[in-house]
């Protein structure tokens, strides 16, 4: 069964970085996307970074336009774990975060929600001014 444990939330100052961690458990498949996710009060789940990974390697990244040139995700395989390193925080970056994953072939990770079949429970971003 897989499991996904979302860890490094907390809450921050304007312009301040945080790093998120994503320990995934259980995983038998090889190819997948890897995602993180947000979702804010009253408002749609929000794709903010996506990562193909083999298991071995990792590859293209794609990231929603609100974060682009301020967060990065990237995985480390041998410890099954990923991450979103988030720079320069607003406020408009509150909500809960979640890590997700979803087996694949493809050479791009959607950052639909929907297509995700494993998610963690989410770590909490507060970003004040």
């Known amino acids: 069964q897989v499991q996904l444990v979302e860890s490094g939330g907390g809450s921050v100052q304007v312009g301040e970085s945080l790093r998120l961690s994503c320990a995934a458990s259980g995983v038998t498949f090889r190819r997948a996307c890897w995602a993180w996710f947000r979702q804010a009060p009253g408002k749609d789940r929000e794709g903010v970074a996506g990562?193909?990974?083999?298991?071995?390697?990792?590859?293209?990244?794609g990231y929603g336009d609100s974060v682009k040139g301020r967060f990065t995700i990237s995985q480390d395989s041998a410890k099954n774990t990923l991450y979103l390193q988030m720079n320069s925080l607003k406020p408009e970056d509150t909500a809960m975060y979640y890590c997700a994953a979803v087996p694949s072939a493809s050479v791009m990770c959607s950052l639909r929600p929907n297509i995700y079949n494993y998610w963690g429970q989410g770590t909490q971003v507060t970003v004040s001014s």
């Open positions: 990562i193909i990974s083999d298991g071995y390697n990792y590859g293209i990244t």
